[in-house]
């Protein structure tokens, strides 16, 4: 079945990337269409958020009912590097915003989408992308997708690919660039009750790098249950399990190597099954093309380590947002505006994969990593601690975030160094 009519934009994918592109879209007064696979609330990893996503959250004007239904962060509490003792780095540190939040997923994005929808989205679930439609030039002209058992085409100005890492739309426009030291995979399970850190450390993510090899997380999603996960690069992965011991012993052992995560789930149980997911950070050579524009995931992902995900897909999809209405305001502009999309958030996106690169290996001095992130960040140097929290929160990229002018020219914050 083919609409007839044409939407100005179409987002193909519900997560927070696809529903912030949308919801900005439409609050700027274009006409949106959303289409998402599944139906939500469904089950999604990344749980933990960085105080970078507060601006695009307020954007959204969602601060206050995240304050009220998400455990706050207060920063992180780390196990690595040479000293054996752990540290902890506070988001207050970096000034402006003293916590941001550990989410419930499935409750978050259903949170994200429903904004969309209240600002005028249409969204359809269950609607999954099948094809990429194109005109006589390869331009991208709209979609074909499954919904109620049907199969329909449906025409817009520009097609956002949000699909995270099934790169639905781009698949086949955009070369990938696999980081080949970053190919990880990640096991993880759910443990109820569990201790939280002591005084001072509590409302922190966990990061400790296991002894033998890759690293942990402990994330306290709720009150009642503690997200414990291992991550590994897949070589020592299938090293590991050559003999016959599944990844879920390999994940058991990791937790069992860690006094923090023993003394935190002492007394309680794994209350969920063990799950597994490839975690390969790559990115995309090309963030946009004719009539369309790749964001979060799809456009590109970093291994986990400091919970940066959610935050780069959202602070992506404001900027996106404000380029594609730049191009739709005045079509002359459009490859302007793009490139500047694809400029801004390739430097914010390879100045976090730089110092994520730097931090894994764990046989460092703290110091070092101390003084990578204050250069980076470009606070003085005696303001080591305040450099780091400003790296790892994203508050270093915010001012090319929150100011970013699609028809702009002038440098950039970050790749200042
Ligand atoms: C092990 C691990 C741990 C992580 N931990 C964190 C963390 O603590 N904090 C953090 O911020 N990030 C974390 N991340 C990263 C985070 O999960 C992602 O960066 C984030 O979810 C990206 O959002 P997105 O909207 O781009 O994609 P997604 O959230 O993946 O959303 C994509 C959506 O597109 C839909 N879709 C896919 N294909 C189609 C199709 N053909 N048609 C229609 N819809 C489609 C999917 O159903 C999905 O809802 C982690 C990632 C991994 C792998």
């Given at each position: 079945m083919?609409?007839?009519k044409?939407?100005d ?5 519900g ?9 900005l879209l ?5 006409d ?35 304050d009220?239904?998400?455990?706050w962060?207060?920063?992180?509490t780390?196990?690595?590097g ?8 506070s ?5 402006l ?18 904004k ?19 005109g006589?030039?390869?331009?991208v ?8 058992g ?19 739309v ?6 990938v ?41 402990g994330?306290?999603?709720t ?17 590991k ?13 990791a ?7 023993q ?7 794994r209350?969920?099954?063990?799950r ?29 380590l ?5 935050w ?8 996106a ?8 305001e005045?079509p ?13 958030y ?9 110092f ?8 460092r ?18 303001n ?12 270093q ?9 699609p ?10 160094a």
């Amino acid at each position: 079945m083919s609409e007839t009519k044409q939407y100005d934009v179409l987002v193909v994918g519900g997560g927070p990337a696809g529903s912030t592109t949308a919801a900005l879209l439409a609050k700027a007064g274009r006409d949106v269409l959303l289409l998402e696979r599944e139906r939500f609330p469904r089950y999604h990893i990344g749980e933990s958020l960085i105080t970078g996503v507060t601006p695009v959250m307020d954007a959204l004007g969602l601060i206050d009912e995240l304050d009220a239904r998400f455990q706050w962060k207060y920063g992180v509490t780390l196990v690595w590097g040479s000293e054996p003792e752990p540290w902890r780095i506070s988001f207050g540190q970096a000034g402006l915003y003293d916590h941001s939040w550990h989410v419930v997923r499935s409750e978050f994005d259903q949170l994200l989408l429903n904004k969309a929808r209240e600002l005028g989205v249409e969204v359809r679930e269950e609607a999954q992308v099948t094809e990429v439609l194109t005109g006589e030039n390869g331009e991208v002209r709209g979609v074909a997708y499954k919904h109620g058992g049907e199969k329909h085409r449906v025409a817009a100005r520009f097609v956002v690919d949000a699909s995270g890492q099934s790169r639905a739309v781009s698949r086949n426009l955009a070369d990938v660039s696999w980081q080949n030291d970053l190919r990880n995979v990640a096991v993880w399970s759910y443990f109820s009750p569990y201790k939280p850190l002591p005084d001072g450390n509590q409302g922190d993510i966990l990061v400790e790098s296991v002894k033998g090899g890759g690293w942990l997380w402990g994330i306290p999603v709720t009150g009642e249950k503690l997200s414990l996960g291992h991550v590994l690069p897949v070589d020592q992965m299938t090293a590991k399990t050559a003999d016959g011991r599944s990844q879920q012993q390999v994940f058991e052992d990791a937790v069992a190597a860690s006094e923090v995560a023993q003394w935190m789930i002492a007394g309680g149980e794994r209350v969920d099954a063990v799950r597994t997911i490839r975690d390969w950070s790559h990115v995309c050579e090309q963030f946009h093309g004719p009539g369309w524009l790749t964001v979060g995931d799809a456009a590109g992902f970093i291994d986990p380590l400091f919970s940066q995900g959610v935050w780069l897909g959202t602070s992506g999809a404001w900027m996106a947002a404000r380029a594609l209405d730049a191009a739709l305001e005045n079509p002359a502009d459009t490859a302007r505006a793009l490139d500047r999309y694809q400029t801004v958030y390739r430097q914010l996106f390879d100045e976090f994969l730089s110092f994520v690169r730097f931090f894994y290996d764990p046989t460092r001095i703290r110091k070092m990593y101390m003084e990578r992130a204050q250069q980076m960040a470009r606070v003085p140097r005696d303001n080591l601690q305040g450099g780091f929290a400003s790296m790892i929160s994203g508050i270093q990229a915010l001012p090319d975030v929150t100011g970013f002018d699609p028809l702009g020219t002038e440098s950039l914050q970050v790749g200042r160094a």
